[in-house]
């Protein structure tokens, strides 16, 4: 059964420094998705991308972050300087579109 | 602004018995509504989904209702089974955007005792 892909499972970084997520959807799926979850919070919506371009993102998805799809099958999060409240695991989701979303097993960001 | 809650942190239950998760919402606008089980060190997992037309929809021994007129809705594990033991996430979604975005609620912890 096809599944959605996420590296690394574990990324450690310092405060100031950038990282980049990534995420491979399932093949014939349009819409993407990430969402982060803080520890012992719930999962929330940063941003969603259809067509090449975002379609959507919520408040904590500001200036240092941004997405991107380089290829067919990659689609990226970036953060530009991280925050030590940046960390989190996030997730990558999508959808050929409907409303269940497919989750990738997460990428767990500790900024120390 | 917790628009999809769940106030209970955790729930356990006896292998065999029912389970039953609940969540409310606030936002009148969410016409559909998910459930999400998530193990550790996974991403959560699809389990039901009901839309807004409906009271009731069944899968196996998983159902949600859902109650419009009090922004409810739960979710019923019958019979439960030790294997269900996670964390079950309540989500909603608004068909009037046309992103399919989630917005979930805090979590319920479910133990299944054998």
């Known amino acids: 059964e096809p599944e959605v892909t996420q590296t690394p499972s574990h990324q450690v970084t310092q405060m100031g420094q950038e990282v980049i997520l990534r995420c491979v959807p399932i093949s014939n799926h349009l819409y993407f998705y990430w969402y982060r979850q803080i520890l012992g919070q719930k999962v929330e919506f940063l941003v969603s991308?259809?067509?090449?371009?975002?379609?959507?993102k919520s408040e904590i998805f500001d200036d240092q972050f941004s997405v991107e799809r380089p290829d067919g099958s990659n689609f990226t999060l970036k953060i530009r300087s991280t925050k030590l409240e940046d960390s989190a695991m996030y997730f990558c989701?999508?959808?050929?579109?409907?409303?269940?979303?497919?989750f990738g097993p997460g990428t767990r960001l500790t900024v120390t | 602004d917790q628009q999809v809650k769940q106030n209970s942190p955790s729930l356990s239950v006896q292998e065999g018995r029912i389970s039953i998760l609940n969540c409310d919402y606030t936002?009148?606008?969410?016409?559909?509504f998910l459930w999400y089980k998530k193990y550790p060190a996974e991403g959560p997992t699809f389990l039901i989904s009901i839309s807004s037309i409906k009271d009731k929809n069944e899968d196996g021994r998983f159902t949600v209702f859902l109650n419009k007129s009090a922004k409810h809705l739960s979710l019923h594990i019958v019979p439960s089974q030790p294997g269900d033991s996670a964390v079950y996430f309540c989500a909603a979604s608004n068909s009037g955007g046309s992103n399919y975005k989630l917005t979930f609620g805090k979590g319920t912890l479910l133990t299944v005792n054998p």
């Open positions: 989701a999508s959808t050929p579109p409907r409303y269940e979303q497919y």
């Open positions: 936002n009148s606008m969410f016409d559909y």
């Open positions: 991308f259809y067509n090449n371009e975002i379609s959507e």
